[in-house]
């Protein structure tokens, strides 16, 4: 199917499920309960979701193929961003537009400093692509403030001349990004009972966007292309060897890698019409590298669920206060309660990135593989588990 095996196409075939059914998946407990807070099927965060499951597919092209470690690759979302804003204050609030601009825009930025990054490997590679994207930072907060409106940020204005489409709504406000007339931030909602999901449109264009990244991304690791960029991470020097010059392989990586961040980039822009320099710092660099990593760098599904259990945390645990835990645990004594309070204050709410710190330390120490490596493992056990079942149902008797 597609041009799949077998088991790449169940594998997309169960990204569509889960990007699909997202609302429903992420919506488990009823509105109202104590548990309603761990919900996540709101469009906002399905969107993050999604979005940065791109941005992290995209440097798993780059990192988990070839082994070259980018801390740079904000700068690509950050451009994309930006590119796409641009769209919509000049030409129209269709974000198809927007979207294919941000993907050109961030490959040629891409071509640029991977041309010139790749020159070296290893720390050398990385420090300089972190030299890259911080210097892309200070000139967007800065030095092209009329490009990039600085530190405010980019956004649109009822001034925007925007040749092909209405500079004011019908209201006297700014019009609304659209997918050829339908408003992205358009959403349905059903209510089954206790439980309310809420299906939106901006949410499942990215949930498309994801599946048509996600496909392109098997295709690259199951072709010989994929093939060479494995060798190239595994001994460049023997290819070196073989007569192979790998530097096109790796700067075609790095440019692939780099549209899929301004892909990124320009969904952000599309949900929300604001690019600003924050997006382009080191720090949105490293969190996709924890994305990769915590997931499993080197697989095809890893990325995404590293990029979801990063931005669960983010959004919905560091949520979690002590006056939620008071709640939890208001049965027992109070002594008792204040004491295991207490001992979770740290590791809660504005402490998540301690609780994150820790669990990313346990995957890395115990699951080099990341969370597929786990899942893995788990599938092991369950068919080790049927397999000496079935060999004690069929022994026998003596």
Known sequence: MLGLTKKDATLLLVVAVLALCA????????????????????PDLMQRFVIFGIFAIGFNILFGLTGYLSFGHAAFLGVGSYSAVWMFKLLSMNVIPAIMLSVIVSGLFALLIGFVSLRRSGIYFSILTLAFAQMSFNLAYSVLTPITNGETGLQ????????????????????????????LRSTYQMDLGAWLFQFNVGYYLCAVMLLLAFYLAIRIFRSPFGMMLRAIKSNQH????????????????????????????????????????ERMQWTASGEVVLMTILGGAGT??????????????????????DNVLHGWFSLLPDGLENLIVGVLHPFIGKGWHLTLGILFMLVVIFLPGGLVEGGQ????????GKADQTDTTTKPAE
């Open 23 to 42: 609302p429903f998946i992420l919506n488990p407990f009823p509105e109202g309960s104590a548990m309603a807070q761990f919900n996540a099927g709101y």
């Open 156 to 183: 649109l204005t009822l001034q925007d001349p925007r040749v092909l489409g209405q500079s004011v709504s019908e209201t006297g406000g700014i019009p609304v990004t659209s997918l050829f007339g339908i408003e």
């Open 238 to 277: 023997r290819v070196n060897y073989t007569g192979l010059n790998p530097r096109p392989y790796t700067l075609a990586a790095f440019v692939i890698s780099g549209m899929y961040a301004g892909l990124a980039g320009g969904l952000m822009a599309s949900m929300d019409p604001l690019a600003g320099a």
């Open 300 to 321: 095809l599904i890893g990325p995404v669920l590293g990029a979801g259990f990063i931005k669960y945390f983010e959004n919905i645990f560091s949520k979690i206060n």
């Open 377 to 384: 493992r788990i599938a092991r056990l369950f068919r080790r």
